[in-house]
């Protein structure tokens, strides 16, 4: 199966995934949370209550634009419009907690609906809040005031295919697996495909600068873009009419991971390729994470890259190996996944070989492969079990890339000492100058677990500030992130940004409280 045949997901609120497809924790990996301190905890998930929505005159605004029946204001269409899916989300969620509970929802299905809705909100008092996916994991669709939330599912077409210049115009409604389906009946793929793949979608990706699986090989999704369409609240931004320029600044990096702070994209410009005819998977083991990361960088910076490369450390490769007969008899290391869309290059082998990995074989590719997307069901049962999981993200350059693994997994080892956790990392995305590094977290549910995740994350971001790493590579600022990346950029750039805000934006209503 690839990415194209699977179906787009309908996410439930406070849950991962599909509901028709959950997933159960094995009973060993019940048994083994124990050693954690793991306990299930008591009562269950709290209904929300509604409070008073829309004034009258804000709902004839909305309706006027799209219509009566494309405005819901029911509890349950809000309800599956609040927060995203970070844990501190869902742990929200199975609390009820309606503090960032929407007023409406609005599903315009055109440019000029969005245009429109924008451009009168100021009017009667509106904040809006653009959703695509919905799959925020920074609370990046939790405003500081109260708002209506712009839905736009019914964007959802290929707009346009140039098979010349190898180009595809989507709206930004378009999820993941539907934009592959898109192209697909064309012979072609985007190749962009992040975990957040099944709910995901074209305005999403853009918005918050996000990096897929086969970055090595297609690029992040900033990367694919050459063109978009941003609606402000004083008129629309077209840009992009050649695939580089030298007129000016290039706005659409302006646009590109502004998190609707300045206006809602509608559709965007990406370059495609080919869809490859074959794909392979394999797993590389190393002696220690320094032996793999050496080898990774040698790839990175020299080449051939293969369109997958990810590496984990020894806590992550032992945690999802229950087989250690994969990695040749039980005797440690860590774990390198590689992927190539089209034949394999056994000159990427023999890098690897060269810098002392050893060709684990096509098992541990395809397990990771056929798995990928079901990982993120895993946090729901563990959740139920009385787990805290919850991971974080960042990236640096190649020669600062040891000492911040090891402050921030130091850093999240002190914060949750009284629930010693354990601390996974690997690299998922390289470059010649540097690479990411996502850490992912399990330990006990302390009495209040947002709290207990905050302070936790509070120490990673400090961390990652005091050895060079930045607050995000790709999962965005939204509100976690934000007082860390004014810091990270600095008073004057902030107040550039927060210009940029008051030009497009000057009533404050796009996202506020979001990115800036």
Same mark, same amino acid.
Request: aromatic residues 8%; without cysteine; hydrophobic residues 40%.
């Given at each position: 199966m690839t990415e194209s045949d699977l179906p787009v997901v309908q996410l439930t609120p406070g849950r991962w995934g599909d509901p028709a497809h959950p997933v159960d924790l094995p009973a060993a990996a019940v048994d083994a949370l124990k050693h954690l301190g793991v306990r299930r905890p008591a009562g269950g998930t709290v209904d929300p209550v509604d409070r008073p929505g829309l004034a009258a005159d804000q709902l004839a605004f909305l309706t006027g634009i799209v219509g009566a029946e494309h405005v819901s204001t029911d509890l349950d269409s809000r309800w599956a419009h609040t927060r995203g899916y970070s844990t501190t989300d869902l742990l929200r969620h199975r609390a009820g907690d309606t503090s960032d509970l929407p007023d409406a929802v609005v599903y315009p299905a055109t440019h000029d609906e969005v245009a429109a809705l924008l451009a009168g909100s100021a009017s009667v008092g509106l904040a809006v809040v653009p959703y695509s996916g919905g799959t925020s994991v920074v609370g990046g669709l939790a405003p500081s005031r109260r708002f209506v939330t712009v839905d736009l599912r019914r964007l959802d077409q290929l707009v346009e295919l140039d098979e010349v210049s190898r180009t595809a115009t989507l709206q930004a409604g378009v999820r993941g697996p539907a934009a592959e389906a898109? !192209?697909?009946?064309h012979?072609?793929? !985007?190749g962009h495909f992040p975990q957040s793949y099944e709910g995901a979608s074209i305005g999403g990706y853009a918005a918050?600068?996000?990096?897929?699986?086969?970055s090595a090989g297609y690029g992040r999704f900033?990367?694919?873009v050459v063109g978009l369409t941003l609606a402000?609240?004083?008129?629309t931004i077209e840009v992009g009419r050649a695939p580089m320029s030298a007129a000016g600044p290039d706005l659409r990096q302006l646009v590109l991971g502004s998190e609707g702070a300045f206006g809602i994209i509608t559709s965007v410009v990406v370059r495609i390729r080919p869809r490859p005819t074959e794909r392979h998977f394999e797993g590389w083991r190393f002696e220690n994470f320094d032996v793999g990361l050496a080898a990774v960088r040698r790839l990175a910076q020299d080449g051939p890259l293969p369109t997958v490369l990810r590496l984990s450390d020894e806590v992550e490769t032992a945690v999802n190996l229950a087989d250690p007969d994969v990695l040749g008899g039980g005797s440690g290391?860590? !774990?390198a996944i590689i992927g190539f869309d089209g034949p394999y290059n056994q000159a990427t082998a023999d890098v690897l070989t060269a810098a002392g990995g050893e060709n684990a074989g096509e098992g541990p590719g395809e397990t990771w492969r056929v798995g990928r997307y079901r990982a993120p069901y895993l946090r729901d049962p563990l959740l139920d079990e009385g787990a805290l999981?919850?991971?974080?993200?960042?990236?640096?350059?190649?020669?600062?890339i040891p000492a911040l693994k090891a402050a921030v997994t130091e850093a999240l080892v002190a914060a949750l000492s009284e629930t010693p956790p354990l601390v996974l990392c690997h690299i998922s995305h390289v470059y010649e100058t540097g690479a990411s590094l996502y850490f992912t977290v399990i330990c006990a549910q302390s009495?209040?677990?947002?709290?207990q995740w905050r302070t936790a994350k509070q120490a990673a971001n400090k961390a990652i500030a005091d050895t060079g790493g930045t607050i995000s590579h790709h999962h965005g600022v939204g509100t976690d992130h934000r007082e860390a990346y004014h810091a990270e950029i600095g008073p004057l750039a902030v107040e550039a940004l927060q210009a940029v805000k008051h030009t497009l934006d000057p009533d404050g209503v796009m996202n506020p409280g979001i990115l800036i």
């Open positions: 898109l !192209l697909a009946e012979g072609y793929t !985007l918050a600068r996000s990096s897929g699986q086969s900033d990367q694919m402000t609240p004083r008129g290391g860590v !774990l999981v919850e991971t974080l993200e960042t990236a640096a350059f190649w020669s600062r009495d209040d677990p947002v709290a």
